[in-house]
């Protein structure tokens, strides 16, 4: 009994050193009634790849979800619209739009402040 107890105790407790952290994320796919589909997850999964890091940092002082909300629209057999927003208590900010291409497996930010 003694033995088992170290081995928990030895085991039980070690945790990698440099893990990362999960990437926890929200995602929404409003076009397809809330169930987001392969396509749709896959452009999901290329945004959270490439931006995740920055798009984390900007949030990680929000204190009702500091992770990521996607919604994701179709524009096109492999074309994707994804709005990356911010959860908050009373209400959703969206901080950015990127176009994902899943075929060509691109992504790109659309820039917004040269609105006219």
């Known amino acids: 009994m003694k033995k088992l107890l170290i081995l928990f105790l030895l085991f039980g407790f070690n945790t990698p050193a440099n893990a990362e952290q999960y990437q926890r994320h929200k995602y929404t796919c409003p076009e397809s009634q809330g169930e987001c589909s392969e396509r749709e997850r896959a452009a999901i999964k290329l945004v959270n790849d490439t931006y995740w890091k920055m798009l984390s940092e900007r949030i990680k002082e929000n204190k009702h979800y500091k992770y ?4 994701v629209y179709k524009r096109g057999e492999c074309k994707y619209s994804v709005g990356a927003k911010e959860d908050m208590s009373t209400h959703t900010v ?3 739009w ?3 291409d899943i075929c060509e497996k691109t992504t ?4 917004l402040s040269r609105r006219r």
Not at 68 to 71: E, F, G, M, R, V
Not at 108 to 111: A, E, P, R
């Open 68 to 71: 990521p909300w996607y919604w």
């Open 98 to 100: 990127i176009d994902v």
């Open 94 to 96: 969206t901080m950015e």
């Open 108 to 111: 790109k930010l659309l820039d």
